[in-house]
DNA sequence: TAATTCGGTAACTTTTGGGTACTTTTGTAA
DNA sequence: TTACAAAAGTACCCAAAAGTTACCGAATTA
């Protein structure tokens, strides 16, 4: 998720790709998006991903931070609350988002069928 | 890229981000869409992707080949000729994939900035 | 008196990614 | 005749990332 060569450093496709191209980022997304806030708590992101440990849903919530793409606002509290909420930047993105998921469902088949798992 | 909970084998998200979620698989259906015949072979695509080595591009061509995104057509000569084109479905992924390039290249700065790197 | 909640972190193990060197067969150049 | 180049990879090894488990600290809840 560091690359400092030339190519990342100019090149649209590395970046996005670094931004939010892991496993776990556009589910992240994807769940703040369709939430009816908008707004979810560390663990309630839990419960929409619970194939997803705590160690790295924390890291991929740093990471989509750090890329502002997502808002993260912090109550100082006990037990503390933190909110996380999609940025602007993380909101204009979404609609691709949705593309590539709708994409995803209408050719589950063809793409499944005998390559991977 | 072998995941075999519940989880991978329903959800669309999960399955669009193992098919081509990696560093390289959107540089080359990007390489193949955008190339003049929609063919390459395997160093022209090396050229298109100077920092990415013969084994990675090796194992993403399979990958893609696996998933039916990329068609891999094999000339029994010598030296070997192997000519990689995009397949029906995926041809039908690249609209969705130029937007997101697109949104790359609007939003590259906003996403920039300090965060990475 | 525990147990639970909440949002993590530290330490550790496993899996994946990535680089370098090498292969094979033929043609070409020295 | 020897040597090299081209093509499309593979084998081997190490580094980096992903993932697992245990734990924290204060406050409510049972």
Redesign the pocket.
């Known amino acids: ?2 690359d400092i060569t030339a190519e990342y450093l100019t090149c649209p496709i590395r970046n996005v790709i670094s931004r939010f191209g ?3 980022s556009m589910l992240v997304l994807y769940s703040l998006h369709t939430s009816e806030t908008g707004i979810l ?6 419960r929409h991903m619970t ?9 991929t ?2 990471n989509l931070e750090q890329s502002h793409l997502v808002h ?1 606002k ?1 109550y100082p509290e ?7 909420s999609l940025t602007d930047t993380g909101k204009s993105l979404m609609p691709t988002v949705m593309a590539l998921i709708a994409w995803g469902k209408e050719h589950f088949n063809e793409v499944v069928t005998d390559g991977g798992y």
């Not at 708590?41 to 839990?46: A, K, M, Q, Y």
């Not at 194939?51 to 890291?59: P, T, V, Y």
């Not at 006990?78 to 996380?84: C, K, N, S």
């Open positions: 998720m560091a892991d496993k776990w708590r560390f663990n309630e992101l839990r194939d997803c440990s705590q160690k790295m849903l924390s890291q919530l740093k993260r912090v006990v037990p503390p609350r933190v909110e996380y």
